[in-house]
């Protein structure tokens, strides 16, 4: 069946720090996306990064990186040289292409909290 | 570019009353989500459909129906509102690859 965990209910980082937040995945689709989204406290969804079953490369979009770890079953994102602003609420989330008809299903969420 | 748009943003029912929540698209996107969100925790999926005809349960369908109008409008009926479905309600909708979903801005409901 189709499960996100996300174990790690709140982070601290310090400013300009790297941090990982952990995410594990299960499924039974063979093709599969994976993303990490941010919420702020305003409230609205924020996507920040995708990585598919088949990619061979980690994914990065500017300060994230996803760390695809498949046989694992793991897609950790890095927050490399943390800001204020990355204070957030952090989702990991998995597609499925075949089974799952681009059924799509969220993590519980990670809090990070930057200090300054 | 109004993306995804929900209405309404804020909405209080009694118990028993029903009420359709409305979700509109413009980037041409084939899948449309329903997803809730209670206080402290993820998304969890209610319905979602992959393409325009076509609907499926998600993970917590219960007391709820959805109605795939077109390709751009997907809404979400609350049939007989209980307190239990006091949440945030955010609609999305996406197409196939690398690309996220897109997100409206929520829907706050509260059912006394």
């Known amino acids: 069946a189709q499960k996100i965990t996300q174990t790690q209910p709140g982070m601290f980082v310090q400013e300009k720090e790297a941090v990982t937040l952990d995410c594990t995945y299960d499924t039974s689709d063979p093709s599969y996306g994976l993303f990490w989204y941010k919420q702020p406290s305003s409230g609205e969804m924020i996507f920040l990064i995708y990585?598919?079953?088949?990619?061979?490369q980690n994914a990065t979009e500017g300060r994230y990186s996803l760390n695809f770890q498949k046989a694992r079953k793991s897609a950790n994102l890095v927050i490399s040289a943390s800001q204020l602003g990355d204070s957030a609420m952090y989702f990991c989330?998995?597609?499925?292409?075949?089974?799952?008809?681009?059924?799509?299903?969220f993590g519980a969420g990670t809090r990070l909290f930057v200090k300054a | 570019n109004a993306g995804v748009t929900q209405t309404p943003k804020f909405q209080v029912l009694k118990t028993g009353q029903s009420m359709t929540l409305q979700c509109a698209q413009d980037m041409n996107h084939n899948s449309m989500y329903w997803y809730r969100q209670d206080p402290g925790m993820g998304l969890r999926l209610i319905y979602y459909s992959a393409s325009e005809g076509t609907t499926d349960k998600g993970e917590v369908p219960n007391g709820y129906n959805v109605s795939r109008l077109n390709k751009r409008e997907f809404s979400l009926r609350l049939e007989s509102a209980a307190p239990s479905q006091t949440s945030v309600y955010f609609c999305?909708?996406?197409?196939?690859?690398?690309?996220?979903?897109?997100f409206g801005s929520g829907t706050q409901l509260s059912v006394l």
């Open positions: 990585q598919g079953s088949y990619d061979q």
């Open positions: 989330a998995m597609r499925e292409v075949n089974t799952g008809g681009f059924k799509t299903i």
């Open positions: 999305a909708s996406s197409e196939a690859g690398g690309l996220g979903a897109f």
